[in-house]
């Protein structure tokens, strides 16, 4: 079978044209790899300015025993009478950057009398710097560990929590370390 130069152009034509489509396949790959990876820094990029746009405004509820005379007096005697209080006098205060809004705890009224009343209660809007608000709070106790805790959202409706460890030292009850977590969709993610 001779080859004419006609059929020799054509097979160098067609092998020029499946180079150059090959050189185009892998040039369009590297392009869109780049791309892909340029798409993903402004992604991560606009992630962490939300997040700082968030943070300019992030409330922070601290949690602290009462410091009345009271208070003490009602502490030494619920650690003289249990191990596991039932409650004792808070104060909260928004040691955050901007309001607090929705804050909401569990609480005990009334732990001197014989028939405690639990509730759910609802403080509003705690405002940064606005004067400490008193409760007389619950003491909750997961796997041995009691804890104080309450929940609240930002300007932006993200569910925050606030806890501290109920600690006994010397003889009577002190409070832990201040945790706070971001609630999403009633789960905690770490802070």
Same mark, same amino acid.
Not at 136 to 156: S, T
Not at 163 to 190: D, H, I
């Given at each position: 079978m001779d080859m004419t130069i006609t059929d020799w152009i054509q097979a160098i034509s067609t092998l020029v044209l499946v180079g150059v489509t090959a050189f185009y396949a892998w040039k369009t790959h590297n392009l869109s790899k780049a791309t892909e990876k340029q798409v993903n820094a402004s992604v991560k990029m606009a992630e962490e300015m939300a997040q700082t746009r968030y943070d300019t405004v992030r409330p922070v509820i601290d949690i602290q025993l009462g410091t009345s005379a009271n208070d003490y007096i009602e502490r030494g005697l619920a650690h003289k009478a249990t191990t596991h209080p039932k409650g004792l006098n808070c104060i909260l205060a928004n040691i955050g950057l901007g309001p607090a809004l929705d804050v909401h705890s569990h609480m005990i009224i009334g732990i001197a009398t014989p028939k405690p009343e639990e509730l759910d209660y609802n403080f509003g809007v705690i405002a940064v710097g606005e004067?400490?608000?008193?409760?007389?709070?619950?003491?909750?106790?997961?796997?041995?560990?009691?804890?104080?805790?309450?929940?609240? &959202?930002?300007?932006?409706? &993200?569910?925050?929590?606030?806890? &501290?460890?109920?600690?006994?030292?010397?003889?009577?009850?002190?409070?832990?370390?201040?945790?706070?977590?971001?609630?999403?969709?009633?789960?905690?993610?770490?802070?």
């Open positions: 004067p400490e608000k008193q409760l007389c709070q619950a003491v909750h106790e997961k796997e041995g560990v009691m804890y104080f805790d309450v929940q609240y &959202r930002d300007v932006f409706g &993200r569910l925050f929590e606030s806890k &501290r460890e109920l600690v006994e030292e010397k003889g009577n009850w002190t409070l832990g370390p201040l945790r706070t977590s971001v609630m999403e969709n009633g789960a905690k993610q770490n802070d």
